[in-house]
């Protein structure tokens, strides 16, 4: 009976060390599948602060673009209206040469018709002058007893005149600016 009391406290002996052996190697395994974790968390945490810190380096980049991108369209617009405007100023100025060219003949030879088709290059210089306007180009113009400005006015004649007391006399030619950019000066005579 005291064999079978010992064989029986051995296996139970040999039970529990296998118990507190399968309970130590579950620990290991556990403590191992922690450890584990706490590297992969780690390594993502310092991936994800490598990403924060391009992000924000590249934050100034991106708002650059960012605005860049907004204004484009204005700067595309305003491209498009500047040469435009370059192209019916250059109308203009060849329907005005030929107004003053052809009007006084017709005036000289009383040649109703020819003064007719005479006052219509003014007239096209006049639709020239409101489409552009639709547009935001200004026209250039002065009365006499306007003060000369060398930014938009350009003299017919430099007959040593000074810029400060000039005073315009007569225009000759019409002048255009969009916003602050003039794209061309107003001839004037001076005294």
């Known amino acids: 009976a005291e064999k079978k009391k010992e064989s029986k406290i051995q296996k ?32 993502w945490h310092d991936e994800q602060t490598g990403v924060i810190s391009q992000i924000r380096e590249m934050q100034p980049t991106v708002k650059k673009l960012y605005e860049e991108f907004l ?36 005036e000289k030879m009383g040649n109703r018709d020819y003064l007719n088709a005479a006052n219509n290059y003014q007239e096209c210089c006049y639709d020239i002058c409101d489409a552009l306007a639709c547009f935001g180009v200004e026209e250039i113009t002065s009365v006499p007893g306007d003060k000369f400005n060398g930014h938009i006015h350009e003299a017919e004649k430099n007959n040593g005149f000074s810029n400060r007391t000039a005073v ?18 107003e001839i004037v005579k001076v005294k």
């Not at 139970?12 to 974790?37: F, G, H, Q, S, Y």
């Not at 204004?71 to 030929?98: C, G, P, R, W």
């Not at 315009?168 to 000066?185: A, C, M």
């Open 12 to 43: 139970n002996e040999k039970k529990e060390n296998d118990v507190l052996a399968i309970e130590r190697e579950i620990t290991e395994r556990t403590m191992k599948r922690v450890k584990e974790n706490q590297v992969s968390v780690q390594a």
């Open 71 to 106: 204004t484009f369209s204005d700067k595309i617009i305003e491209q498009y209206v500047l040469q435009f405007a370059k192209k019916q100023i250059e109308l203009f100025n060849s329907l005005m040469e030929s107004y003053s060219f052809h009007k006084p003949n017709a």
């Open 168 to 185: 315009i006399q007569e225009s000759i030619r019409t002048g255009f600016k969009y916003h602050d950019n003039v794209l061309q000066k």
